[in-house]
Nanobody, 128 residues
Framework: QVQLMESGGGLVQPGGSVRLSCAVSGSSLDDSDIGWFRQAPGQERESVACISSTVRNPYYADSVRGRSEISRDHAKDTVYLHISSLKPEDPAVYYC?????????????????????WGQGTQVTVSP
């Protein structure tokens, strides 16, 4: 059974950057598509970025495109999400999750409803 553990959140100044980590265990990263999602208080959970083992181009939500990067380290079985130029809309609990391969393959995206299991998440707070 695949298990994911998010880390790297914390308090960041506006305009700063954050790198989140998603440690994957129980399955090879080579076989998994992984997505990052976030949920702010009172808001619906939304997709942020996804990386696929078979699709070359990652997916980025419009809200983070151009200032974020999703990457994977196969040696460490870890997926990273780096977001720079943090904005007031970025604070949220960030989650990583396994996404069935069909979504990235056919949609080039990873919708929230594609995820069947969620972890604890990691909180990102933006404040001066």
């Amino acid at each position: 059974q695949v298990q994911l553990m998010e880390s790297g959140g914390g308090l960041v100044q506006p305009g700063g950057s954050v790198r989140l980590s998603c440690a994957v265990s129980g399955s090879s990263l080579d076989d998994s598509d992984i997505g990052w999602f976030r949920q702010a208080p009172g808001q619906e959970r939304e997709s942020v970025a996804c990386i696929s083992s078979t699709v070359r181009n990652p997916y980025y939500a419009d809200s983070v495109r151009g200032r974020s990067e999703i990457s994977r380290d196969h040696a460490k079985d870890t997926v990273y999400l780096h977001i720079s130029s943090l904005k007031p809309e970025d604070p949220a609990v960030y989650y990583c999750a396994v996404v069935p391969k069909t979504f990235m393959s056919f949609m080039g995206a990873c919708p929230v409803h594609a995820v069947s299991s969620w972890g604890q998440g990691t909180q990102v707070t933006v404040s001066p």
